[in-house]
């Protein structure tokens, strides 16, 4: 029983921390000179999850631009 209850702390605490970990990453666009939405046409944007930064930037771009992974936004 003490086990099972250590185990289950042991999850709460890394549950806990579980939003800290990946603190402070993010995926810079960098958008393209020839873009559709012209809302879009920053030089870049910076997005908390990859998934978000390339659909951005598949909406904004007609061509180039490109996803960068950046360890911290600053």
């Known amino acids: ?5 250590t185990c289950f702390a042991s999850l709460l605490l890394l549950l806990s921390f579980y939003p800290l970990i990946g603190f402070g ?3 810079r666009v960098h958008y ?10 920053d030089e870049y944007r910076d997005f908390n ?3 978000d ?3 951005s ?6 061509t ?3 996803v960068e992974y950046l360890t ?3």
Request: proline share 0%; hydrophobic share 30%.
């Open 49 to 51: 999850n990859e998934s």
């Open 25 to 27: 990453q993010c995926w």
């Open 32 to 41: 393209c000179k020839g873009c559709v939405d012209s809302h879009n046409c």
């Open 57 to 62: 930037l598949k909406m904004a771009c007609a």
């Open 53 to 55: 930064a390339n659909t």
């Open 72 to 74: 911290n936004c600053g």
């Open 1 to 5: 029983m003490v086990k099972k209850i």
């Open 64 to 66: 180039g631009g490109y």
